[in-house]
């Protein structure tokens, strides 16, 4: 009967060995250099890894492919495990397929890298390595470059730019960056990254959000990112605000870099928040109680004090009260000197030491108004013997009173 038959060669088949052999023989996916696969580990040792990925016959990874791991990648290859491997020859001469997990990890990372040149995502990554362009990252097993154009400003800034070869970036290594890929081709092994991409569009994030937190009064904490003649710039962490040189300090000031420098962590008042212009205007000197304010308590009218000349302008000279930096004040031209003089370095230059009288005081204006001229005046003779007794008494004569005594008796 056909049915019968049929039924015969079918159990036929069934039991046929070499039958079965072919059947899988043919159904083996042909391999080619190059390509990736996924198998499972059938022997694993130090020498070599078994792995069967579904060919003729299973593929070996030798014993220098296995050197290039780490420890922690070796972890994994284990009996039973799948791994990605990359089929370096898919028949040698004694009929072997020999594999590569190592390229196969090089292959997937730069599949990695063109991913995230897509998406535009940001990633970290740790300064192991740096030349005189820049410095360098490892993303998996393929090195990344960060060129030093690359690399955010505020960090760079921190870093002397004449300094040769690779000696400007070392400092840097260990260092942990956020960064984005902006360039990948495989076939000159080539992989690009910058910080500085991937700052900016973390402060865009951040930028807009901080305006709307920012009032004025606030106190924040914040890192100076550049110097300039009229101020200091500092990143509250998205956006930057100005500290101008009249809001650095208390005592005058000719350049920031006599108060601040790039990198440093500062803690700021803020002044004042244009939203519209996004311009935020921060003081430090307000961080501090205003010597000003108390100034009256110390100083009077007609008291004599020592004070250190600053500098010198046409109308007078500026002298700061010496132990008090924050209160400087201005000796007239015509407060000098009793003769009639053209400048003020005819009498006084700057640094040095002399002995001054208080005439007014303004602390609101922060105005403070002396004398040299008036020193020994006799009007204030009263004055200047109580007050020397006075400190006679309390602390034994003071360098003022001493002056003063001296004046006194050469006056007659």
């Known amino acids: 009967m056909p049915g019968e038959i049929i039924s015969e060669r079918a159990r036929t088949e069934e039991t046929n060995p070499m039958a079965d052999m072919l059947d899988q023989y043919l159904q083996c996916q042909e391999l080619s250099h190059g390509e990736i ?36 990648e070796r972890e994994p290859i284990q009996v039973g495990n799948d791994v990605a491997v990359y089929v370096v020859t898919p028949e040698d001469e004694d009929g072997n397929i020999i594999l590569s997990i190592a390229r196969a990890q090089i292959v997937e990372d730069w599949r990695k890298a063109q991913e995230l040149l897509g998406t535009g995502d940001t990633f970290e990554r740790s300064i192991t390595d740096c030349n005189k362009g820049g410095v360098i990252v490892n993303f998996g097993r393929i090195r990344g470059f960060v060129p030093g154009s690359q690399l955010d400003v505020a960090r760079t800034a921190a870093y002397d730019a004449n300094q040769d070869g690779r000696d400007r970036w070392s400092a840097l290594l260990g260092e942990t960056l956020e960064l984005k890929v902006i360039e990948v081709d495989q076939e000159r092994n080539r992989l690009i990254l910058s910080e500085k991409a991937a700052v900016r569009e973390r402060r865009e994030e951040q930028r807009e959000q901080l305006m709307k937190e920012l009032s004025e009064g606030d106190h924040r904490r914040g890192r100076v990112v550049n110097l300039v003649d009229f101020g200091a710039f500092v990143d509250l962490g998205g956006v930057d605000g100005l500290i101008h040189l009249s809001e650095l300090s208390w005592k005058r000031v000719s350049h920031p870099r006599e108060v601040l420098k790039v990198g440093q962590e500062v803690e700021v008042y803020v002044l004042s928040v244009d939203h519209q212009r996004e311009r935020i ?7 501090r109680n205003d010597p000003w304010s108390t100034a009256a308590k110390r100083y ?38 009793d003769r009639h003089i053209s400048h003020p370095n005819e009498v006084v230059q700057p640094g040095d030491t002399v002995t001054l009288r208080v005439l007014s005081l303004d602390t609101n204006r922060h105005r403070l108004s002396l004398s040299l001229k008036q020193v020994t005046a006799d009007e204030y003779k009263e004055q200047d013997w109580e007050s020397a007794i006075t400190a006679d008494q309390s602390e034994g004569q003071s360098s003022i009173s001493a002056a003063f005594s001296e004046a006194m008796e050469s006056d007659g």
């Open 37 to 72: 696969t996924t198998g499972t580990v059938v022997k694993a040792s130090d020498k070599s890894v078994v792995v069967d990925i579904g060919a003729k016959c299973e593929g070996i990874v030798p014993a220098d492919d296995l050197s290039q791991l780490s420890e922690e």
């Open 281 to 287: 205007g921060l003081s430090l000197k307000r961080m």
């Open 300 to 337: 009077q009218d007609g008291q004599l004090i020592e004070g250190v000349i600053t500098n010198l302008t046409k109308w007078g000279a500026f002298a700061r009260i010496k132990g008090d930096e924050a209160i400087e004040g201005l000796i007239h031209i015509s407060e000098l000197d």
